[in-house]
């Protein structure tokens, strides 16, 4: 686990440290689409993926992302086989701290995602081989909360690059809640939550 959460730490270094390039041409950021996404994100773990990488934009002045990302997750935690999921993920960082004049902290983020399973055995509904009531949650979809922060960095040496930050998060999602809510007597907090980290590059 160490050595792939140092892949992403080192991930982050490069973004933020690496070789010398001008400085990002406003020309065309300017000329940028609207539609063409402003961010790239790669993380590690958060109950999306082993790995998964995506895209996605800052919104409402830079309060706030929008992420799609695709994980993928190694047959050995899968039971034997790999899985594939898609993920869509709404962050919002209403306050920050400036540190200095290059870095800024994001002490406190709030979001939820939808993460769906990709693969014909995952249905999005529930079978028509269980009887009615039987499972009230989707095989495919899980919905989840969390809380989080981050700390970013302008990184002027860079072209492309106009910022790079490093995240974390932890939350759970609903069928997790629900086990604890109905079973506070044997399970505490920490059995329901899941943590990931991760890099987002600003274009």
Do not use: C
């Not at 002045?61 to 790999?82: I, N």
């Not at 002490?107 to 009230?136: A, C, E, K, M, V």
């Not at 002027?156 to 609903?174: D, F, H, I, Q």
């Amino acid at each position: 686990m160490m050595r792939h959460l140092s892949i992403v730490l080192f991930a982050a270094f490069v973004l933020v440290g690496g070789p010398s390039a001008s400085a990002q041409d406003s020309t065309q950021q300017s000329a940028r689409k609207w539609y063409v996404p402003d961010v790239a994100v790669a993380q590690y773990a958060g109950s999306i993926g082993f790995v998964s990488v995506g895209a996605g934009y800052s919104v409402f002045h830079d309060r706030a992302y929008v992420d799609l990302l695709f994980g993928y997750v190694l047959p050995s935690q899968a039971g034997g086989e790999s899985l594939e999921t898609l993920t869509l993920k709404f962050t919002a960082a209403p306050w920050k701290v400036r540190l200095n004049e290059r870095t800024e902290l994001r002490p406190l983020t709030i979001g939820t995602f939808f993460n769906y399973t990709l693969g014909r055995q995952y249905s999005s509904d529930l079978p028509g081989w269980y009887p009615s009531g039987y499972y009230w949650w989707s095989e495919a979809v899980r919905v989840n909360i969390f809380i989080g922060g981050n700390i970013r960095r302008t990184t002027p040496r860079w072209k492309s690059v106009k910022m790079a930050s490093l995240y974390y998060e932890l939350g759970t999602n609903e069928i997790k809640f629900v086990s604890y809510v109905q079973n506070t007597g044997h399970l505490n907090i920490w059995q329901i939550l899941h943590a990931g980290i991760g890099v987002r590059a600003h274009f």
